[in-house]
């Protein structure tokens, strides 16, 4: 069973950064994309970021040039560096494996971790 555990929010002042990570459980990282999404109340959820197997990168213009993913293979791990935080960046931040192709990410029919709440006082 893949299990996707999400780290690292927090409360921030507007401007500032922080450094989500999320460990993969489940023998299936080195095999699958993964990407960050985000979730603010009544709003759906918005897919921030992808990252291919091979490193290959993918952004929301809503966070292009503030927000860089990465993956370490060897430690099943995904990281979300964002810095110039903004208040309408608040959320809860999730992880997800999936597959990414034609420019589409479709993410895996897993269940989703539990997130890490990043709010962004002005």
């Known amino acids: 069973q893949v299990q996707l555990v999400e780290s690292g929010g927090g409360l921030v002042q507007a401007g500032g950064s922080l450094r989500l990570s999320c460990v993969v459980s489940g023998n299936i990282f080195n095999i699958r994309a993964m990407a960050w999404y985000r979730q603010a109340p009544g709003n759906q959820r918005e897919l921030l970021a992808v990252i291919t197997i091979d490193g290959t990168t993918n952004y929301a213009d809503s966070v292009k040039g503030r927000f860089t993913i990465s993956r370490d293979n060897a430690k099943n791990a995904v990281y979300l560096q964002m810095n110039s935080l903004k208040p309408e960046d608040t959320a809860v931040y999730y992880c997800?494996?999936?597959?990414?192709?034609?420019?589409?990410?479709?993410?895996?029919?897993?269940?989703w971790g539990q997130g890490t709440q990043v709010t962004v006082s002005s």
């Open positions: 997800k494996s999936g597959s990414y192709y034609s420019g589409s990410y479709y993410p895996d029919f897993n269940s």
